[in-house]
């Protein structure tokens, strides 16, 4: 397959992105702040899930399957786009040099102290620990289907990307500044991907089990939580760009296939009860 080159306007593209990164990430993550506001307010009373069902919740329900339908399909679509970029341009590795090497040297020795702290919040040890104590939790509860959804879903993402990281074996940057070491293959980013997954799960727990009042708040929270904890990757140099776009994209699709199926399993169990 032949490779084409990148162009000089895109690398300079990625050369700026890399020497405001710190500003774009935090433009960024205030952008999605808003957005998780705004789909809060205005579709959140159908697409929340709740822990109690009743005759008129299957509108509630077709809206969360749509919802889902669209992550899948907008996260597949940009995970096989950056996929096949990866092996089939040189665009897009020298992207993620320009970006990489700009970013080393715009970023101040402050930012990367918070981001080594943070970026350990998706540790596979930490989200181990994070699993077990949430499936205990919620087997203590009384929530066995859940917990089994919960551990399922953690375990299943951080497969996943065990096995998408085989198949590209992508070398991972060079990252000598000693804040954090590395290893094995670098696409796509783990901790991006298994973050999404376990944040984002803890957010649809928190709406099926919390208050209605914390709610909000735990979504914003997730949100930021799980958007830091990729970024950090890029801001440590553990990870190109790519890597973590691809991790965020594939973490939102096996997300919203565990949601959708959770939801789904429980619609189907309350019809069946109530038919019975």
């Avoid at 440590?236 to 919203?256: K, N």
């Amino acid at each position: 397959m032949s490779q084409s080159p990148a162009h000089p306007l895109v690398l300079s593209l990625a050369q700026w992105a890399g020497t405001h990164a710190l500003a774009l990430f935090i433009a960024s993550m205030l952008g999605w702040l808003l957005l998780t506001w705004w789909f809060w307010r205005s579709v959140g009373s159908y697409a929340r899930p709740r822990n109690t069902l009743h005759a008129f919740s299957w509108m509630a329900l077709l809206v969360r399957m749509a919802i889902a339908f669209a992550l899948i399909v907008a996260g597949a679509a940009l995970f096989t786009e950056i996929a096949e970029a990866l092996h089939g341009e040189q665009a897009l590795g020298a992207m993620d040099d320009a970006f990489t090497t700009a970013l080393a040297q715009s970023v101040p020795a402050a930012a990367l102290q918070v981001f080594a702290a943070v970026t350990r919040l998706g540790d596979p040890a930490t989200l181990t620990v994070l699993c077990a104590v949430m499936a205990i939790g919620l087997l203590w509860r009384g929530h066995r289907w859940l917990a089994g959804a919960w551990v399922a879903s953690v375990a299943g993402m951080g497969l996943l990307n065990a096995s998408l990281k085989l198949v590209f074996s992508r070398v991972r940057p060079v990252h000598d500044d000693g804040l954090v070491q590395a290893t094995g293959f670098s696409f796509p980013s783990g901790h991006s991907s298994v973050s999404v997954v376990a944040y984002g799960m803890l957010a649809y727990l928190a709406l099926r089990l919390l208050p209605r009042a914390y709610h909000l708040p735990v979504a914003l929270a997730m949100t930021l939580l799980a958007g830091t904890i990729g970024a950090s990757r890029l801001f440590l140099r553990v990870h190109f760009a790519s890597d973590v776009a691809a991790g965020f994209s594939i973490g939102v699709v096996w997300l919203a296939c565990c949601v959708a199926c959770i939801e789904l399993a429980r619609h189907w169990s309350w019809w069946r009860a109530s038919k019975g």
